[in-house]
């Protein structure tokens, strides 16, 4: 993991490098105690870098890169009228990182932490973006066996390869915001020899990662608004 913080600032991040599959010893620190009955994670209509702080949660929002010189993330803050009706959103541009990308994180707690989101089962969120280089981008949970002890994981050696969905074919971003709602089950194992399943009792962040891929450069844009986890009966609002 890297330099990052509540004002985005740039560093090595935390699914920028993947291996062979990480060890995990001992469970992380727990968020708090999860009642699966409020599954706003943000609106981001307050505008700032915290999460809802309800049913356990109370993580921030950070940004990371591969600090390619030259290149630029921006802006690494919520954007006022960018939201999906017209309020808050956190639209990025990303331009010219070469090694690994960039990418939007949002973590369960602060400090970084396993959330049990058992009771829950996926994520649901609105995003829309054009992708023009690098790519395509990914939505990445990140979980104790994925995450480094330093990022609020419990793993030790060859780390940050996290379970994943590919924001291509059918599920390409669009230009108008969409909603995307992923349940557990449906995001694609590590890429690591012999992966663990997904615990979804130790999810430490959600990531929108901007690869840079096939000796292209990450170039497009991204807006994601109204994250939410996903009631085990469907409800998505």
């Known amino acids: 993991a890297g330099t990052a913080g509540g004002g985005g600032s740039s ?33 981001l209509e307050d505008g700032n870098q915290s999460v809802a ?89 990140a979980t104790a066996d994925t995450d480094p002890v330093a990022s609020g994981g419990a793993c030790e050696t060859n780390c940050n390869s996290h379970y994943r969905l590919s924001l291509s074919g059918d599920a390409a971003l669009t230009e108008q915001y969409k909603q995307y709602c992923v349940e ?7 890429r690591v020899p012999s992966p663990k399943p997904l615990d979804n009792k130790t999810i430490v962040h959600l990531e929108w990662k901007f690869p840079a891929s096939n000796g292209a450069s990450t170039n497009g844009t991204l807006c994601v608004d109204d994250v939410l986890i996903l009631y085990t009966d469907g409800i998505t609002e």
């Open 53 to 141: 702080p309800v049913d356990g949660r109370s993580g921030t929002w950070e940004t990371f890169d591969d600090t390619t010189v030259g290149a630029l993330f921006e802006p690494r803050s919520p954007t006022a009228a960018q939201g999906r009706n017209g309020g808050v959103g956190y639209c990025v541009s990303v331009n010219g990182y070469k090694q690994w990308g960039a990418d939007l994180v949002v973590n369960m707690g602060s400090p970084k932490c396993g959330y049990d989101a058992s009771l829950y089962k996926g994520v649901c969120f609105w995003a829309h973006g054009k992708v023009n280089g690098g790519g395509p981008v990914e939505f990445n949970v």
């Open 11 to 43: 560093g090595s991040d935390a699914s920028g490098v993947s291996g062979s599959s990480g060890s995990s010893s001992d469970i992380p620190v727990g968020c708090g105690p999860s009642t699966g009955t409020a599954p706003l994670i943000d609106d």
């Open 184 to 190: 557990w089950s449906q995001l694609d194992l590590p």
